[in-house]
């Protein structure tokens, strides 16, 4: 009996001890609620999580070098005023006032030779922790003077040496002539150190990223498949750091872009908006202000005098008199905010404070003028036969250029091939890709006869006409020089020489990159090594044998031309050149430039190009910032508003 009484007693010892230990192991779990519900409402956002700027834009993809015609864009603007240093920037009223965050000191130390001396910030230096320093400047300069496709290279082609001093932070710039716009240049430096060896050269150079920076932020990503760009603050930045840890720049529609600046998704928007996207924003009341950004270019077509048709003075006029200007800038403004900044100067822009039309004002190209048109092909020996216009036994043909499928140029270009179309001129459109146009295509060597008259291309696709960007510079004479002027070289004389590799090596700067043969088709800069390729209106492989009508005789040495027209006009040149270096005043100068430009019928200026900027409330300090800049050159000062 005691041992079953034994046995029992031990059994409910176990019993007991477990359910000890069920209860004990219930108790360590909670219901949820009581747990979670406090926690979330008390918690915080974690320490390190960014402030953050979104903002949209129509395209954020590159490439997004500043220097480069082939990537003018809001988006590469906005780029480098976020990442690369300057030695001026303009001031609210658009004057170059040194920049601080760089310099110490840049003046005119010398008048003969002209130099001008900079002392760079012993701290300044790039994100990987090179300095900027004199080779940058050096590079930069190089470039500008030999590379095909460069923004506004008129200053930089007055560079005959560049010297270091003080450890590379002393930069000593002497000119061959006075240079009163000497504050334009060394404007968006690039990194020398990384990008003097770089694969694909000066024509790669920012195609896609950016491999150092200078400025408050810095890159951490970018994808172009999302149309996503994120910045954020450069913490080697030696200045005053950014007031937001992040910037995001992405891709978006109109629609995307009204709905995220309802919701408060996005601070501010950037966009060439047609006038029902503006009338949309504008419907989203006080909460977002709407301003019009003026840009710094200006979309134009060139008549090129660098074929055997468009050669002809003639012919050029006809082909002006036959464009309806109107409709190609309706079709290139959509009623956007470009269409109020018609522009009726070739070298003031309409933003400019002394703009003033300077288009004949009756008749082409104000007006179309068909009936003229067919008088000066019959005077330049055409016939129509059949629909066409012919010339011994030669159909007019030309060919037209977009810089790839870029809007508004290409539905420009389509416009324009239309309207020459349906008056009887056979027409090919290209759109090679933007880099291949300006660095290629466009400053490919030029051929002529011994009567300066281009010769054919030999079977090779040459442009007549392109429709394409102009950047304007602040110093309007430079703007002048690097559309319409032959190019220089160290002696002040126009520069016809075709030696793409000249200069490289004199001076430390290009300096002695002309030869002396004279072409009054065309003439200027070296190209690069792509220029003589297969996409040049009389490239090197042209038959000097080959004949047309006014072309005869042996071919000069092809010459790369100074300018994406292909225009030299050695008897005006000596006029721009008073320009650029002020021994004219520039309102005398343009008296007597600008009917010339007109009467040349090769620049037909459109519009300057303007976004419009809207702001919702939830953002303090973004501005429409200087002239001919972005809102992005105040980005340092940016901070997110309460909503």
Not at 70 to 80: K, Q
Not at 371 to 391: H, K, M, N
Not at 540 to 567: K, L, M, R, S
Request: aromatic fraction near 6%; proline fraction near 9%.
């Amino acid at each position: 009996m005691r041992a079953r009484g034994g046995r029992r007693r031990a059994r409910w010892v176990v019993l007991v001890a477990a359910l000890a230990a069920v209860l004990t192991a219930c108790s360590n779990a909670p219901p949820p609620p009581v747990v979670s519900s406090p926690v979330a409402q008390t918690s915080a956002p974690p320490a390190d999580t960014p402030s953050q700027i979104m903002v949209g834009l129509d395209e954020v993809t590159g490439g997004y070098n500043p220097h480069a015609l082939a990537d003018t864009s809001t988006v590469t603007s906005a780029l480098s005023e976020l990442l690369l240093p300057s030695v001026f920037r303009p001031d609210e009223n658009g004057t170059p006032t040194l920049d601080e965050n760089l310099m110490t000191s840049a003046e005119v130390t010398g008048t003969d030779p002209f130099t001008v001396t900079y002392r760079i910030r012993p701290e300044a230096s790039w994100s990987d922790g090179a300095p900027i320093a004199v080779e940058d400047f050096v590079y930069l300069a190089e470039a500008m003077r030999t590379q095909p496709g460069v923004v506004n290279p008129a200053g930089y082609r007055l560079i005959s040496d560049i010297r270091p001093g003080e450890g590379g932070k002393l930069v000593e710039v002497t000119f061959r002539d006075e240079y009163p716009g000497w504050k334009t240049l060394f404007s968006d430096l690039l990194p020398a150190h990384v990008l003097k060896d770089a694969p694909g050269g000066w024509q790669g150079a920012l195609a896609g990223s950016f491999p150092a920076y200078g400025g408050p932020f810095a890159i951490k990503t970018i994808d172009a498949a999302r149309g996503e760009i994120i910045l954020e603050r450069n913490e080697r930045y030696w200045e005053k750091p950014a007031a937001v840890d992040r910037i995001v720049l992405h891709r978006s529609d109109a629609q995307d872009m009204v709905a995220s600046l309802r919701t408060g998704h996005d601070q501010f928007v950037l966009t060439d908006a047609d006038a029902d996207t503006r009338a949309l924003l504008a419907d989203l009341g006080d909460d977002v202000a709407l301003h019009t950004v003026a840009r710094d270019h200006l979309a134009e077509v060139l008549l090129r005098p660098v074929g055997p048709e468009l050669a002809d003075d003639d012919v050029r006029a006809a082909m002006a008199a036959f464009l309806d200007r109107g409709a190609l800038i309706e079709t290139g403004t959509e009623g956007g905010a470009s269409a109020d900044l018609r522009a009726g100067a070739q070298v003031l822009p309409p933003s400019h404070d002394d703009y003033s039309a300077t288009v004949p004002g009756a008749g082409p190209p104000l007006e179309p003028d068909p009936e003229r048109a067919r008088a000066l092909l019959a005077e330049a020996g055409y016939e129509r036969e059949a629909g066409s216009w012919v010339r011994d036994g030669r159909t007019l043909s030309v060919v037209v250029a977009a810089p790839g499928q870029k809007e508004p140029y290409a539905s420009i270009a389509q416009e324009l091939s239309r309207q020459l179309i349906a008056e009887g001129i056979e027409v090919t459109t290209v759109n090679p890709p933007a880099r291949e146009l300006f660095s290629q295509t466009l400053a490919a060597p030029v051929s002529t006869g011994d009567d300066g008259r281009p010769l054919p291309t030999g079977g090779q696709v040459g442009i007549d006409i392109a429709v394409v960007p102009r950047v304007v510079s602040s110093d309007p004479a430079s703007t002048l020089a690097s559309s319409f002027g032959c190019g220089t070289g160290v002696d002040g004389e126009p520069d016809t020489g075709a030696d793409s590799e000249s200069g490289s090596e004199n001076g430390g700067t290009g300096s002695g990159d002309g030869a002396d043969g004279k072409d009054s088709g065309s003439s200027g800069e070296g190209a690069d090594d792509g220029s003589g390729g297969s996409d040049g209106a009389g490239s090197e492989g042209t038959d000097g044998g080959d004949e047309t009508d006014g072309t005869a005789g042996e071919a000069t040495e092809p010459v790369a031309p100074a300018n994406p027209a292909g225009f030299c006009d050695e008897d005006l040149q000596p006029e721009i050149e008073s320009a650029l270096t002020g021994e004219t005043p520039l309102r005398q100068s343009l008296s007597e430039i600008e009917p010339a430009l007109w009467d040349s019928h090769v620049s037909i200026p459109l519009f300057q190009f303007a976004d419009t900027l809207a702001v919702g409330s939830g953002v303090s300090g973004v501005t429409p910032g200087p002239p001919l800049t972005s809102p992005f050159a105040s980005a340092v000062n940016w901070t997110r508003a309460p909503r």
